[in-house]
């Protein structure tokens, strides 16, 4: 049984640019959320994917973006980015809501490393 | 809001000593969640326990207790006869128990076992 996969493992992009991380839950799982982990810091949601639309979403600015494909893997887009981008960006995959399965347990991917020089 | 103390930035003990990790938890929910998460140097989070806040029991999983006392809005981890493979940040976090169940974490405790 597949956990929760994420590419790249670490990325290196220079300000401005836009850098696009990749998600695949575990299985059985249709809810994606995305966390991103500064150093020396508690992972802050970022957003959730659910039936391909964004769910709810925390206190990040519009430049994050994200997607969630028909498969249930999702993308974290983030245009123009900033030195204060560099984080671990965190993947997690739950049961989807109003089945009476544990929504409340989310399972975490090893994380994408980003780097903004 | 949802916010989640971790007051203990560093701890480092001798091995096979015990220790107690803090957290103290504010919200306005009267359901919610709480959670120990595990994250060694690999970066992936490793879930340890979720407590109901209308279960108040203490848990004992082998070496692992978890504490939760309500009335200070507390739920605090204990690490009996510490090992060096609990070398990790330990994280608490809370989430309410509708909506998105987002998780809202603390900055974490740096736990190092000296062997």
């Known amino acids: 049984d597949a956990g929760v996969t994420q590419s790249p493992t670490h990325l290196i992009k220079t300000r401005g640019q836009q850098v696009t991380l990749r998600c695949s839950p575990k299985?059985?799982?249709?809810?994606v959320s995305w966390y991103q982990q500064a150093l020396g810091q508690g992972p802050q949601f970022i957003f959730q994917y659910y039936e391909e639309e964004e769910r709810q979403r925390g206190n990040f600015p519009d430049r994050f973006s994200g997607h969630q494909f028909p498969n249930y893997s999702s993308e974290l887009n983030v245009n123009a980015l900033l030195l204060g981008d560099s984080a671990l960006y965190l993947c997690?995959?739950?049961?989807?809501?109003?089945?009476?399965?544990?929504?409340?347990?989310?399972?975490f991917g090893p994380g994408t490393r980003l780097t903004v020089t | 809001a949802q916010k989640v103390t971790q007051a203990q930035t560093e701890i480092s003990v001798v091995e096979k000593e015990d220790v107690t990790l803090d957290c103290v938890y504010e919200t306005r929910d009267t359901t919610y969640y709480l959670f120990w998460y595990k994250q060694p140097p690999s970066g992936e989070l490793v879930f340890l326990i979720r407590r109901n806040s209308f279960d108040e029991q203490n848990e004992i999983s082998g070496r692992y207790s978890w504490n939760f006392q309500k009335s200070t809005s507390s739920f605090n981890f204990t690490i009996t006869a510490s090992q060096v493979v609990d070398s990790a940040v330990y994280f608490c976090?809370?989430?309410?128990?509708?909506?998105?169940?987002?998780?809202?974490f603390g900055t974490g405790t740096r736990l190092t076992v000296i062997p």
């Open positions: 997690a995959s739950s049961y989807p809501p109003g089945q009476g399965l544990p929504t409340y347990e989310q399972y």
């Open positions: 299985s059985g799982h249709d809810t």
């Open positions: 976090a809370l989430s309410e128990a509708t909506g998105a169940n987002n998780l809202f």
